[in-house]
């Protein structure tokens, strides 16, 4: 009997290197470095994609995030172009699904958010004067300069606002839909908000929107947005056969989840000029341990325990 097997070193080498091994074979190859995903320009998701970029960058992976719309983004996907997309709201987005399922060019790695909501909102003020339902609108022109105020061009949930107004629903034929941007339509909310005008716009959570002004979401606009004032889930989508070639960063999306004040709280920092990375670094180092689900089974690109190495990057 040898000195390895009498002390039980031998056994324990063997399975030291099997572990070491084990953990190895999960690592992504080279290839999988770059991680390239997509920010339409929404908060959310310039927060989560944030929060994503963190944790790749101390496993070892390079995060590329392009800053694209959702139909420029999704075309990207079919292309081959965009790996990974944290910003698929549903239902509103059905239609570019149908057609990327289709193709076959996505799969889901993830629903990422519950509770979120997405429809049209009012100043509160100006719900109290009775307007609170989508069929209101029509009948208060004059309160609105007969405009309803969007997101950036292509948006799906612009296209629903369109959609409404060719086909004269609710009394809006002739109305204008004003296309533009997140920041920009919400800044024509604080200007009708300071000046005791209407206002009727896209609205969302999670976004500090709900914290920063008094507004009403309208009832009445399932058909277009959905039950329960738009209620949406959000899923991460990955490009068909990413997940197969990079199993590895793949388990890390399939495992990210987040909540509406999470969010909150990260869209604030950014809304109120800090860098998206540096906001999340300091909620991770607030909640670290979200860390303990998501990098569960999850290595470093070169294949070292995942766990230990995001929280050593954070200082924790």
């Given amino acids: 009997m040898t000195l390895d097997n009498r002390t039980g070193l031998g056994g324990l080498a063997a399975l030291a290197l099997m572990l070491l091994t ?16 997509s920010d339409p320009g929404w908060t959310d998701i310039t927060a989560t994609n944030g929060v994503a970029s963190v944790v790749l960058d ?16 999704y075309q990207s996907m079919k292309n081959g172009e965009i790996d990974v997309f944290l910003g698929n709201w549903m239902p509103a987005q059905q239609a570019f699904i149908d057609d990327l399922n289709s193709a076959k060019a996505i799969e889901v790695l993830a629903k990422n958010l519950e509770g979120a909501k997405f429809t049209l909102a009012v100043p509160t003020a100006t719900a109290e004067k009775g307007i ?66 209407g206002v009727v716009f896209l609205a969302w959570a999670p976004h500090p929107m ?22 949406a889930e959000v899923y991460t989508l990955g490009r068909t056969g990413w997940s197969e070639s990079c199993p590895n960063a793949a388990m890390l999306f399939k495992h990210m989840t987040f909540d509406v004040s999470m969010e909150n709280v990260l869209m604030g920092e950014i809304l109120g000029g800090k860098e998206s990375k540096g906001a999340a670094t300091e909620w991770l180092k607030a909640n670290p341990a979200v860390l303990d689900t998501w990098l569960k089974g999850v290595t470093t690109l070169d294949g070292q325990p995942g766990d230990a190495a995001v929280k050593s990057a954070l200082g924790l």
């Fill in 210 to 231: 709900n914290e920063r002004f008094d507004i009403t979401y309208l009832s009445g606009g399932d058909a277009y947005f959905g039950p329960n004032y738009g209620g």
């Fill in 22 to 37: 084990s953990t190895a074979s999960a690592a992504d190859s080279e290839s999988c470095k770059v991680v390239r995903l």
């Fill in 132 to 197: 609170k339902d989508f069929a209101d609108l029509g009948k208060n022109p004059g309160e609105f300069e007969s405009k309803i105020y969007g997101i950036e061009p292509g948006a799906p949930a612009n296209g629903n606002i369109q959609k409404m107004i060719d086909a004269g629903e609710f009394g809006l034929k002739g109305w204008e839909l004003v296309e533009s941007g997140e920041q920009a339509m919400l800044a024509q909310v604080e200007r009708a908000t300071k000046e005791g005008k």
């Fill in 58 to 73: 101390a496993l070892g992976y390079d995060p590329d995030v392009k800053t694209l719309s959702v139909p420029i983004g």
